[in-house]
């Protein structure tokens, strides 16, 4: 292993990180229909948890309105259910051919508390981050000890995990401002 393939590691790890932390953040409600909400759904379907959109496809019929439309109609009383329990705050009606889940405007308490959900994520991924880094010298050190590469070698490997990291986590700290800026000017 050489001081490119630590490195190299690191940044695909982060990128994993922001990718996720991506996914996460498209499931926190921002006020406007968003199929992506649903993403986390699971329906309890012949006694198995399925995702959502695999049972149904879900559409924005307007900025407000999201419809949900099975494609076995049996289990509509079943998805109505999951998507009422799902604690998203959303209230699905049922008339028999869709579902329509209208998203109600957010309240300032709400957005308050979709912001601390932001944070909390975002806190994680830069966690996430730090442990990559930490794993990632730790290698570097032990490369040293084994004589794989010289003190400079290692002094240099160090300062790009550091420079690395610190990438990561302002890309972390960039997207989670986005998100509470949309979410407060909703």
């Given at each position: 292993m050489?001081?490119?393939?630590?490195?190299?590691?690191?940044e695909e790890r982060g990128e994993k990180t922001l990718a996720n932390l991506k996914r996460e953040f498209s499931r926190?409600?921002?006020?406007?229909?968003n199929p992506s909400i649903l993403d986390g759904v699971r329906v309890d379907y012949y006694n198995v948890p399925t995702?959502?959109?695999?049972?149904?496809?879900?559409?924005?019929?307007?900025?407000?309105?999201?419809?949900?439309?099975?494609?076995?109609?049996?289990?509509?009383?079943?998805i109505e259910k999951a998507i009422?329990?799902?604690?998203?705050?959303?209230n699905p009606s049922n008339d028999g051919h869709f579902i329509r889940i209208p998203i109600p405007a957010l309240t300032e308490e709400r957005r308050k508390d979709l912001v601390k959900q932001v944070k909390k994520m975002a806190e994680e991924a830069r966690i996430a981050v730090r442990n990559s880094r930490r794993n990632a010298n730790d290698e570097i050190k032990k490369m040293l000890k084994d004589k794989e590469i010289t003190e400079d070698e290692q002094h240099k490997g160090?300062?790009?995990?550091?420079?690395?990291?610190?990438?990561?986590?302002?890309k972390i700290?960039?997207?989670?401002?986005?998100?509470?800026?949309d979410i407060m000017d909703v």
């Open positions: 050489s001081l490119d393939d630590v490195n190299m590691s690191l926190v409600r921002t006020g406007r229909a995702p959502l959109n695999q049972l149904a496809s879900i559409n924005v019929a307007d900025a407000r309105m999201l419809v949900v439309a099975p494609f076995d109609k049996g289990a509509m009383g079943l009422a329990s799902a604690d998203l705050g959303l160090l300062d790009d995990t550091q420079k690395a990291t610190d990438d990561l986590i302002k700290d960039d997207m989670a401002g986005e998100k509470e800026k």
